[in-house]
């Protein structure tokens, strides 16, 4: 690892969630999911900074009211990849961090992200020719393994993805579906996502490509255009609040 490399932590956020409207300022024991997201992440000694993305002025007062910094963006992007391009491309302009600098998405409704999860992902870049890395966790049982909703990611042996998909992959042929689990080892993708500034820049140019539409997965356009993605093995199980309902299971 280069000795003066950076790590940025950048939080999209939005407030126009079809799902969950308003969702990063819903309360969680006495604080706005953004908040305790944010407050998550800074504890991690691996950031120099913290920064929050989004265009909404109601999200930026909330995240300058616990004293967070806040970036706005356009309201144009398709994913959170883009608006975390925009800030970071904002940061190496100004000269505040290089391109060879590591920017981590953090999903902005998973407000119980851990320490060692961002670590993991952060190590991943003492090999230099790591470009993009992300995370996955061993599927348990049936109910993940065939739920559309859970990613699910093939890995090579050497620990890069070869395919994500919504689909319950590979295909154990021979075998009733129900018996998949016990021949077969699967894992689900958790959704935080590291990548150098400059290759950020460089996929978010990218076009999409027909397996993207076809999953709705956007990393599989970065796999199409022969960008290689790192996978690391957690142990820790992702909580992301997509919905109310959601909410309501964690309380």
């Given at each position: ?237 992702a909580i992301g609040i997509d919905t109310p309902e959601d909410l309501l299971k964690l309380k």
């Amino acid at each position: 690892m280069t000795l003066h490399m950076k790590f940025i932590g950048i939080i999209p956020a939005r407030y126009a969630s079809t799902r969950f409207p308003g969702k990063p300022l819903t309360m969680i024991k006495g604080k706005t999911m953004i908040n305790h997201v944010y407050d998550q992440a800074s504890i991690c000694k691996v950031f120099s900074r913290v920064i929050v993305a989004t265009d909404d002025d109601r999200i930026a007062e909330n995240v300058q009211g616990f004293g967070g910094e806040v970036m706005m963006t356009s309201d144009q992007h398709r994913s959170g990849t883009e608006r975390c391009n925009e800030v970071s491309g904002k940061l190496i302009e100004n000269g505040e961090i290089e391109i060879s600098d590591v920017i981590i998405n953090i999903q902005g409704d998973e407000p119980f992200i851990q320490q060692q999860q961002i670590n993991l992902l952060a190590d991943c870049f003492l090999d230099e020719d790591v470009k993009i890395a992300t995370l996955a966790k061993k599927v348990k049982n049936n109910d993940e393994l065939f739920d559309k909703n859970v990613v699910k990611v093939i890995i090579d042996q050497l620990g890069n993805a070869i395919y994500f998909s919504r689909s319950p992959l590979p295909f154990v042929r021979g075998k009733n579906s129900g018996e998949w689990l016990s021949v077969q080892t699967y894992y689900k993708h958790i959704g935080i996502y590291a990548y150098r500034g400059n290759v950020l820049q460089n996929i978010c140019k990218l076009k999409s490509s027909p397996l993207e539409v076809s999953e709705s997965l956007e990393q599989l356009r970065w796999i199409a255009n022969a960008f290689k993605i790192k996978v690391k093995i957690t142990e820790i199980e992702a909580i992301g609040i997509d919905t109310p309902e959601d909410l309501l299971k964690l309380k």
